[in-house]
């Protein structure tokens, strides 16, 4: 695959990925509030996931943990600890940084691109010792603008993108409608030879006989 191809590969993947995971989303918590009403008003708390052919495929249910202990008041919490069992009590004294300040340090020395910093109310410049410039790897940057998500979306649509090991929808629809046409098939199969052996009566003369009348009567809507 050449890189154009790849890239091509990554801007499609990428776009219907974002607006696949969107509606996920959406779907996810639409499912989410349908089964939490349904354990309410009925107790359901499981269904299963059929496809069109009405095969089951799996099932989604509402999984409600128990209760976990979580802190709510961490110097209440630590006065009790203190007043019944000081042994589990670990006493430091720590120096840190307040980290808005590390921050802000460091992101004015990587715009300026030096391990030095200009105090902006001093104007003195510090060489800040501890900090090193560090190189930073390469990434790609992906950019689609919304006619080019359009164009996508149209092309992903029609079946019109071609990517190695990916099946567009129409090649999903075509399999999932291969046992619809052969339903149509044996259909058709099935009325072709009614349509012979009723040729056949028809060559044996059953024009003659005395419930032909009768039989275009009913074929008409008329009552037997």
Do not use: C
């Not at 996931?49 to 009405?54: F, I, N, P, Q, Y």
């Not at 976990?68 to 203190?82: C, K, L, N, P, Y």
């Not at 567009?168 to 044996?186: F, H, I, N, T, Y």
């Not at 003369?205 to 039989?215: C, E, F, S, T």
């Amino acid at each position: 695959m050449s890189l154009k191809d790849t890239a091509r590969t990554v801007a499609v993947l990428s776009t219907l990925h974002d607006a696949i995971g969107g509606q996920l989303k959406d779907a996810k918590r639409e499912l989410e509030a349908g089964l939490k009403a349904a354990k309410a008003e009925t107790g359901t708390q499981k269904i299963s996931v059929s496809l069109a052919e009405g095969h089951d495929v799996g099932t989604v249910s509402l999984v409600q943990p128990k209760a976990a202990a979580a802190i709510a008041d961490a110097e209440a919490f630590t006065a009790w600890v203190m007043a019944n069992y000081d042994t589990e009590i670990t006493r430091r004294f720590v120096t840190e940084v307040k980290p808005g300040f590390q921050k802000k340090i460091l992101s004015e020395m990587t715009a300026a691109g030096t391990a030095e910093w200009a105090d902006p109310e001093t104007g003195v410049i510090h060489e800040v010792p501890g900090v090193t410039m560090q190189g930073r790897a390469a990434y790609t940057r992906l950019t689609v603008p919304d006619a080019g998500k359009d164009a996508i979306a149209q092309a992903w649509r029609t079946g019109a993108l071609e990517l190695p090991g990916v099946a567009a929808p129409a090649a999903v629809e075509a399999s999932q409608g291969d046992g619809e046409a052969e339903k149509l098939r044996q259909r058709v199969a099935e009325l072709e030879e009614r349509d012979a052996w009723l040729s056949a009566l028809e060559a044996a003369g059953l024009d003659n006989w005395q419930g032909v009348d009768v039989a275009r009567e009913i074929h008409n809507g008329g009552e037997s």
